[in-house]
């Protein structure tokens, strides 16, 4: 039988040295009873690296943060621009986005409501400038959140944070979806129909902008379909019926004037452009007037995105506007999309790649 006994003359490595050392540090910050072993550990914490700190597990419950103590903490995203990396170069746009918290909004009727809002918050930043403390944008928002929103009140916070942060331009995006009780075609129900919104607050240049957008779903039928399907009934008495399929515009409108663009006059511009919005309530009697209601305004996505347009020319509450339409097809396996803009506001060369992807709307 062969016996293998240790190589005592075998020197351990730096990485068995470096582990031996975090185990004997744990266990002398678990607190443990070291009296048996006193002369053991003294003599090694005498050979443990000078320069290590010994450091509390412990979360100070009553530490205080004094003016003196806080004037020492870092701050490099505010710091000298020899900080800087990457190209030396002016950012338009940074900032915090959906920071929550609930806004009251006024409705056309008189009303309030209270709703949870999204907001996204930016400012321009120097080329010569580190960074922003992002912070700030919510305190500044924080400050007038409490108050009724009006886009006054977005223009105080615009303000604020601008000048806390020593910007040029700033941005305010809120986004909340809005309720209106809508009834059913013929049953006498109501439902609540939610429409996705957004407020932007732009100040670029000095000049300050006022945006509503707004995402409006309704059904689209093919009228090319429906002739066909007429087609056949008529021609060989065959049953057919045309494709529809969920629809969904986003319309864009920059406000002008002095008078005020509720979020239901929108609403109801996209109702009298396309008056086969999706149903909330529904009964038999109910579908087969969306089925007739459907017939009686079949749509082409061009023809979606004129008929909107059309209603949104003929109000002197709106300047620049832009019209995204996409008609998820149930006939395709892609969509059908059209844009129209009109001003300057919102015409753009390029487009996000991944814009009609965000109009579907999944219920």
Request: proline share 5%; net charge negative.
């Amino acid at each position: 039988m062969n016996i293998h006994t240790r190589d005592v003359d075998c020197q351990p490595s730096e990485e068995t040295v470096q582990d031996a050392i975090r185990v004997v540090r744990d266990w002398l910050a678990a607190g443990q009873d070291s009296n048996a072993l006193a002369d053991d550990v003294d003599a090694l914490m005498r050979a443990l690296p000078a320069s290590y700190p010994q450091l509390s597990r412990q979360y100070p419950d009553d530490f205080t943060v004094s003016p003196d103590y806080k004037d020492t903490l870092p701050d490099l995203q505010n710091g000298p621009s020899s900080l800087i990396r990457g190209a030396n170069l002016p950012i338009q746009h940074v900032g915090i986005s959906n920071f929550r918290l609930p806004i009251r909004f006024q409705k056309r009727d008189g009303g309030d409501i209270c709703l949870e809002t999204s907001v996204t918050g930016s400012v321009s930043l120097d080329a010569d400038k580190k960074g922003i403390n992002m912070s700030r944008i919510m305190r500044s928002f924080y400050k007038h959140a409490d108050t009724r929103f009006s886009f006054d009140v977005v223009r105080a916070a615009l303000d604020d944070y601008k000048h806390d942060l020593d910007s040029f331009d700033a941005r305010i995006v809120l986004r909340f979806s809005f309720p209106m009780m809508v009834p059913s075609l013929r049953s006498g129900l109501q439902g609540y129909q939610y429409y996705d919104i957004a407020l932007e607050m732009v100040e670029r240049d000095g000049v300050q902008n006022k945006i509503m957008h707004l995402d409006y779903v309704y059904s689209s039928t093919c009228p090319c379909s429906l002739e066909l399907s007429e087609h056949a009934r008529q021609s060989r008495g065959q049953l057919a019926t045309p494709h529809s399929q969920r629809s969904v515009a986003r319309v864009s409108v920059k406000m002008a004037g002095a008078d005020k663009l509720w979020f239901e006059d929108l609403i109801e511009f996209c109702r009298r452009a396309v008056p086969t919005e999706t149903q909330v309530m529904v009964k038999r009697e109910d579908e087969q007037a969306f089925a007739e209601l459907n017939a009686a305004n079949p749509i082409f996505v061009e023809d979606a995105a004129r008929l909107f347009a059309e209603q949104l020319q003929n109000d002197p509450r709106v300047s620049d506007f832009r019209v995204i339409a996409s008609h998820q097809e149930s006939l395709h396996s892609h969509d059908a999309v059209s844009v129209l803009t009109q001003g300057d506001t919102f015409d753009a060369v390029s487009l996000d790649p991944k814009l009609f992807e965000t109009l579907i709307h999944r219920g």
